[in-house]
C-alpha cells in the first residue's frame, strides 16, 4: 500500500515537474543574458491552449506541440522587441502579456470549446521504458512517463552544453553581466538577448503544450495557475545554474505532489504550508540564507551603446 | 598611401559639436598621438573609428576602401582595434573567457587561445595567467589582457585611450616599449593622451586637437613642447603661480618652481617638518582588509598640520580609495585610529566625521560625493536637506538663494541653481563639490582626492586656486593624486604611498621626479 | 526616421523605467499616450466581440451600465478604483526611493486577513468609529510588515525587491486560504445553510459607513481616505525633505551615505509605507463592501494596482487616473458578462493590450532625466 503510494507520489513529482523544468531552463538561459521574462506564464498557457487547440483539431499531439512552440516563440518574439528594442519596462510588458494571455485563451476557449468541452483531446501515451524499471524505488514512477518527460531533461543537458562550451553560451553569459564590455568585445548584445528571450519562449511552448496533451489530455481556463512564476522562481533558487534549477524544478515538483499525498496519507498537516513551501524555500535562498547567489548583474537593465 | 585617412569628420551630439571637420591621416608604422584637453574630441574620434558611433558627415578610409563601421565588430574585421579606458572585459569570467569572446566559433576551444596568447606573450612580453578571473587582476594586468586581446586578430590599426592613466612608472615604461615594438611589426598605434611626457618619448607625430578642432599635427622630431601646449590650450600658460606651467616645467625636468616657502636644509635634504601637537588630522597605525581579506592598508600613520597641503603620490590601486573611503565614513578601519582635532573618530557615522570638521572631494564624485540626476541646489544641500525646510515641507526658493550665493562665490557657473547636476561641466560639478565642502562650519580638514582629473585647465586652475586658499586660510589639505607634476607643484610636502603604506615623504625644494617615481613603484630611494 | 536612430537617440533610462517622477514637460505626450492605448485597445476589443458574432451594441451598453448605469454601479466602480488606488500610490511610494514593489498581491491579502481578524475578534466591541478605525489600521500594518520584510531583506541582504516581493505575494495567497480553510483559525462554522470556506460576517460596527445610505450606492468613506491619501503622497513626494531623501536613496545610495542619510532606514520605511497601502487597500476591500473573508478576494487587484502605478510613471495624479480607469472596466467588464454573455476575457485582452502599448511607447516619451 505504502509502495503504491510512494509510487504514485513520485510519479506525479515528476509529471507535476517537467513543465517547470521546460519553462525555468529556457528563462535561466534568458536570464542569464539580462532579460527577465514575467511573462513566461501566458507564454506557457498560450502553447498549453494552442496545443489542445491544434492536437484536438488534427488528431496528432505531435503537431500540437509544434504548433505551441510555434506560438510561444512568435510571443517571445514580440515581448523580446519590446524589452530589447523598445527598452520597454520589463517587468510591465511580462505582466501585460500574461493578462493578454488570460484573456485570449479563455475568450478562445469559451468561443471554440465552449459547447465540447466534453470531448478529450488527443494526448501523449505513456511511454513504457522496460530498462528504467528496474531501478529501486524510482524505477516504475520514472518508466511511466511521456516521451515528452524525457525530453526535458534532455533540454536541461543541452542548455547546459549551450551555455558552458559554445560561443553563444560565452555570449549569452557576458551579455548578462556586462553588456558594455561584451559590445566592445564585438558582440550583438541586442541580438544575443533575442534569441535568449525566444530559448525561454520555444521552452516554454514545451512545457505548456506538455501540460494539455501530455499530462491531462485536457484545457482548462488558466490551467498554468501561475507555473511560470514558479519556474522563475525555480531559477532563482537554482542561483541561475542549469543543474541546480533542475533540482529546484523537482524540488518544486514534488512540493506540490505533496498536497495530494498529505490527505491521502491523512496526515494534519495544512494544504497551505505546502502551497507556499516552494516559494518560501526560494525566499530563504535570495535572502542569502543559504550559500551566496549572484544574479547576473545586468538582469532586467536595458542595453544602450554608447550612453 | 595613408593607412587610414580621414575627411571632413564631423560628429555632433544633440546641438554639441564634438567634432567638427577633422581630416586626418594615419600612416603605416607610426605611433600617432592625439593631444587634447579633456573634452576636446579625442575620445569621440576614436569612437568614430572603433565603430561606437557614426559620423554625422565626412568619410573614412582605410588602405583605400571606405571605412563605416556599424559596430565594433565591423571595427574589428576590418582590423582595427581599441584599447578602452574603461576595459571590455567581463568582470566574473576568466581570462580566457574574455579572449574567447567575440572571435571563437560555434564550439569553444580553450586551448587554441591559450596557444595564441602564449605566441603573443612571447613576442611582446605580456604574460598572464589564462585561467584567472579579470576581477582578480590588477589594474596593470588587466590591461595586459586587453591588449593581447586586441592582438590575436593581427590588427593593423590599434588605438589606445589614455592608456597610462593606471599603470606605475615602469608599467608605463613597458606600454610605451610595447607601441615601439608594434610599429616595428608595421602596425600603427593612435595614442591618445594628455600627458606631455609620454608623447615626447614614444611618438612619431602628434596632432594637438581643441574644442573638437584639429589645430595642427606635428612631427616629434625637434617640435616644441611648449609650443604644442599653446595649441592644445589656446594661449599661454606662463602666469605665475600656475600649475600647468610647473607642470610643463616639471615633465622637461626643468626645476621646479617652489611651491611655498617651506625651508630645505643646505644640502637640500629633505627637512621633514615634526607633527605639531595640534595636529588637524592624525591617523595611527591604520590597517584596512577589505571584503576578500586583502590588506589595503598596512599600518598608516600620518599627521596633517594646519595650514599646509600634503600631496600623497602613488600610483591608483595602493590605497588611495580606501583611505578615502575610511575618511568619508563610507568604510570601517580595520585597526587603528583617526583623530580630527584632538577628537576620536572610531566608529563614527559620516554625518559625525562632517560634523568634526572634515570635508572630503573625492575621487569619483559621481559615485560618491554628488548624485547627478538631483539639481544644483540640492546637491549644495545634499548633507542639510532638512536646513531649509518648514514642518517638513521643503523651503525651495530659500534654497534657491542660498545655492545663488554658493555659486556666485565659487564661481560655479550654470543656468540656474536647479538644473540636474548632470548638465554641468566637470569642472563646474567639481567646484560644485569644493563649494559645499569648503562652506562646512566647522572645517580643519579637507581631503581632496583626484581633483582635477578630468578637468579643463582653466578648472583646474580653479580647483588648485580654491585648495591654496584653504590652506593659507589654515586648513589642513591632504592632496590624493596620480598627476605626480602637479602635486609637485602644489603641495608643501609630498608622502607617497604603497602599497598601503608611506613609504617616502620630501618637503618642497626637494621634490624630485626620480625619487618620488621610484618610491610609487616600490623601490628604495637610495 | 529609422527606428534604430530613434533608439539611438533616446539616452539610456536611469532605473528601470526611465527617471522617477519625470516632469511634465510634454504634457501632451503624457496624457495622449495612454488615452490612445486605451481607444486602440478597446477598438480591438469590440472588433474581437464583433468577429464572433456578438452584438457590439449590446456589448457596449451593458459596459457602460456595468460602469456608470446606476448609483450602485458607479459606487461599485469608485469602490474598486480606491483599492486600486492605494496599492497604485505605494508603488510609486516605494518607487520614489527606486524600490519596486511588485508585491500587491499580497499585500492586499495579508491586510484583509488583519483586518477580518481583529474585526472579528475583538474589534466589534469597541465604540463607533473606533470599530472600523482599527480594524483598517490593523490591516494596514499587516501589510506594512509584510512590505517592510522585503524592505529589510533589501537593505541589510542586497535581496532584489522585485523577487522578494513576489514571493511574498505567492506566501500570502496560501495564508489566507489557510485561515478561512480552518476552523480554528477564522473559518465560519458549519451550518444547516452552507459550509464555505469562508469567515464569518464581520460586526456592523466594523463595516465603514456608505457616503451616501440612502441611494443604495455601496460607495463607503473610504474614499475619503483615498483622497486624502492621494494628497498627502504627492505632498510628500514632490515638496517634503522625506520625498528627497527617498530619491536620493533611490537613486545614490552611496553618495547618500556620505550625506549623512540612514539609507537602510529609508529603504525599510519606503517599503513599509508601501505594503501598509496595499494592506489598507485589502482592508477597505473586505471592511468596505465584502464584509467577509474569502481565500480569493484579492483576485488581481494587487496586479491591476501594480499595473497602475507602473503607467503612472511616478505620479500621483497618473495613479488616480490609472485606478478610476481599471477601476470602471473591471465594472464594465462583470457586468458585461452577466448581462450580455460576453465573455469578461475581452476586457482582459483590452487590458493586456492597453498595458503593452503604453510600456512600448515608453521609448517615445523617455528623455533626458530631470526632476
Known sequence: ?307 | MALLELSHLTKQFGTFTALDDISLGIERGEVHCLLGENGAGKSTLCNLIFGVHRPDAGTMLLGGAPLHPRGPAEAIERGIVMVHQHFSLVPNMSVAENLMLGRAKAVLKPQDIIIRMEQLAAEYGLEVNPQVLIEDLSVGERQRVEIIKCLLGDPQLLVLDEPTAVLQPDEIDALLGICRQLTLRGKSVILVTHKLGEIGRVADRTTVLRQGRIIETVAMEGADIRSLVRSMVGRDVQSAGSVLAATIDLEQDAPAHPATGLPSDVNGAPLVPEAAGDAVLRLSDLVYRDADGVTKLDNLSLAINPGEIVGVAGVEGNGQSELGLILAGLASPTSGSIVVGGQSLDGCTPQQITAAGVGIVPEDRHAVACIKELSLAENLFLGAIGKFSRFGLLDKSGRRKAAEAMMREFDVRASSSDVAMSSLSGGNQQKAVLARELSLDPLVFLLAAQPTRGLDVGAIEAVYGRIRAARDAGLGVLLVSSELEELMAVSDRIVVIYRGRLVGELAAGSFSREAIGAMMSGHEHV | MSMSKLVLAMKRPKSMFGAPGAGFNLVPLQVLVPVLSTLIALGIGLLIIASTGGSVSEAIAAFWDGMAGSDYNIGASLNRAITLGLVGLGFIFANRANLTNVGGEGQIAMGGMFATAVALHGAGNLPFGLAFIVSMAAGATAGALWGALAGYLKAKRGTNEVISTLLLSFIALPLVYWSVESFHLLRKPISDLSSLPESPEIPDTTKLPLLFPDNGSPLHIGLLLAIVAVVVIWLVLKHSTLGLRLRAVGLNETASRRAGLRTSFYIILAMAVSGGLGGLGGAIMILGQQFYLTSDFSSGYGFDGLVVGLLSRGSAVGVVIGALLFGFLRSGSINMEITAHIPSAVVLICQGLIVIIIAGSAILTNRKSNR
Open chain 1, 1 to 307: 500500500m505504502i509502495d503504491e503510494q510512494m509510487a504514485v507520489f513520485i510519479g506525479s513529482g515528476l509529471r507535476l515537474a517537467v513543465p517547470i523544468i521546460f519553462a525555468a531552463t529556457g528563462e535561466m538561459l534568458s536570464e542569464r543574458a539580462g532579460v527577465l521574462n514575467l511573462s513566461l506564464d501566458g507564454m506557457m498557457l498560450v502553447a498549453a491552449f494552442a496545443a489542445a487547440l491544434t492536437s484536438w483539431a488534427t488528431g496528432s499531439p505531435l503537431a500540437g506541440v509544434a504548433v505551441a512552440v510555434l506560438i510561444a516563440t512568435s510571443v517571445a518574439m514580440v515581448q523580446a522587441f519590446l524589452s530589447v528594442t523598445l527598452r520597454a519596462n520589463q517587468l510591465v510588458v511580462g505582466i501585460g502579456f500574461n493578462i493578454l494571455a488570460l484573456g485570449a485563451t479563455t475568450f478562445m476557449y469559451r468561443e471554440i470549446f465552449g459547447p465540447l468541452s466534453r470531448d478529450p483531446i488527443p494526448g501523449f501515451a505513456q511511454l513504457n521504458l522496460p530498462w528504467l524499471t528496474s531501478i529501486p524505488v524510482i524505477g516504475p514512477a520514472l518508466s511511466h512517463q511521456t516521451g515528452l518527460a524525457y525530453v526535458s531533461i534532455l533540454m536541461v543537458v543541452v542548455t547546459w552544453l549551450l551555455l558552458k562550451y559554445t560561443s553563444f553560451g560565452l555570449a549569452v553569459r557576458a551579455v548578462g553581466e556586462d553588456p558594455r564590455a561584451a559590445d566592445k568585445a564585438g558582440i550583438n548584445v541586442s541580438r544575443t538577448r533575442y534569441l535568449g528571450v525566444l530559448y525561454a519562449g520555444a521552452l516554454a511552448g514545451l512545457g505548456g503544450a506538455f501540460m494539455s496533451v501530455a499530462d491531462s489530455n485536457t484545457f482548462t481556463e488558466n490551467m498554468t495557475k501561475g507555473a511560470g512564476y514558479l519556474a522563475i522562481t525555480a531559477v532563482i533558487f537554482g542561483g541561475w545554474n542549469p543543474w541546480y534549477t533542475l533540482g529546484a524544478c523537482l524540488l518544486f515538483g514534488f512540493a506540490t505532489a505533496l498536497q495530494f499525498l498529505v490527505p491521502a496519507l491523512q496526515l494534519d498537516v495544512p494544504v497551505a504550508v505546502l502551497l507556499l513551501l516552494p516559494y518560501l524555500l526560494a525566499l530563504i535562498a535570495i535572502a542569502g540564507f543559504v550559500g551566496k547567489s549572484r544574479q547576473p548583474a545586468a538582469l532586467t537593465l536595458p542595453f544602450e551603446r554608447g550612453g
